[in-house]
């Protein structure tokens, strides 16, 4: 029998009516919980979002999912219902969330579903012990570390594909329905189990690893230590990886480091100042004219479970096999090293915010700001009021958010 003080996998997923966590509502969602095994503990969790009367679905997502609007209406629950037995389950003591994308993708999901029904947005990830992982950096990581006892399929175009149910296919596990979230989440657990065979070092590292306190032992600015970095932001033709150094915290936001990609000539950062390195960093590289190098920075969140490791961790040998020149990369380092100076002018580069277009849709602010203990005690209130005694509240809210939220 699994104590409870022990810690739990729960393996979720969504399908989704769009692609944007922000704009687009759930429509599905599945969710198995396991021991540090993998084995099965309680029921699976599945269950339908009725979409709102006044949002649109999109025809596309419905062709790909197989889930038609009717289909979620006749099934679903409300949304306030369907998040609340979601919450219940991520928000389990001890509780490792985790999927294939889900940083990106399904806590984001999880995020603004819980901000539009006045549930704390963050609490699940990280109270009472609990975390949250993703399975997709972590197959990028052991494809480029240690790719033996995995089968990589490749593309169309002759790229590993990191598609999980083109892995799935290749690594014998069933999968039939991609973007049943069902389907998705068992193949998910069985992609864990394969990874935790086939390399067990090397899972319970980066399984350790997704603490940020831990990522923030292991990174040492003073001495500019280079560090091992798997990140689809990389892109493909380095197998999404590289070695990188960390050179500066950004300004404004604790958890993110600015780093540069030991990979990439150096010299533009150099050469330029904050502004113009700020330029180049924000234009494609497509616009870029010919003599103009992109700029080899980037910010890792520590927040968000960042592959990072020791240098030395990407040997030799895998380092050719993805294309990495080592000795290109330790020559770029002492080139940084000698110029202490480009700290300051990295900070400088993140100093100024970039400028977006006000987001005038209260259920895409969900990161204007944090509420407050006092507001976050209102909306307990509210999530505890039958809908048709809300008009009568007599309760004054400090974040401008919260009443066109609760009259939505």
Known sequence: MQQEHQPTFFFFDYETWGTSPAKDRPSQFAGVRTDMDFNIIGDPLVIYCQPPSDYLPSPEAALITGITPQLAASKGLPEPEFIAKIHQQ????????????????????????????????????????????????????????????IEWPENDEGHISFKLEHLSIANGIEHENAHDAMADVIATIEMAKKVKAAQPKLFDYFLNMRHKRKLNDLIDIVNMTPLMHVSGMLGRECNYTSWVVPVAWHPTNQNAVIVVDLA??????????????????????????????????????????????????????????????????????????????????????????????????????????????????????????????????????????IEPLLFR
């Open 90 to 149: 991520l928000a389990t003591p001890n509780t490792i969330n985790l999927g294939y994308n889900s940083i990106r993708f399904d806590d984001e999901v999880t995020r603004y579903t819980c901000y539009r029904n006045f549930i704390d947005p963050y609490a699940w990830s990280w109270q009472n012990g609990n975390s949250r992982w993703d399975l997709l950096d972590v197959m990028r990581a052991c494809h480029a570390l240690r790719p033996e006892g």
């Open 264 to 401: 990439k000539d150096p010299q533009a950062i150099l050469d330029l100042d904050s502004e113009q390195l700020r330029q180049r960093l924000y234009t494609k590289r497509t616009d870029l004219a010919p003599d103009e190098l992109p700029v080899p920075i980037k910010l890792v969140h520590i927040n968000k479970c960042p592959i990072l490791a020791p240098a030395k961790t990407l040997t030799a040998e895998n380092a050719d096999m993805i294309g990495i020149d080592r000795e290109q990369c330790l020559q770029n380092l002492q080139r940084l090293r000698q110029h202490p100076e480009i700290r300051e002018k990295l900070i400088g580069v993140f100093a100024v915010d970039r400028e977006f277009d006000a987001n005038q849709d209260v259920d895409n602010q969900l990161y204007d700001n944090f509420f407050s203990p006092a507001d976050r005690a209102a909306m307990d209130i509210i999530r505890q009021t039958e809908p048709e005694q809300l008009g009568g509240l007599d309760i004054t809210f400090n974040d401008k958010r």
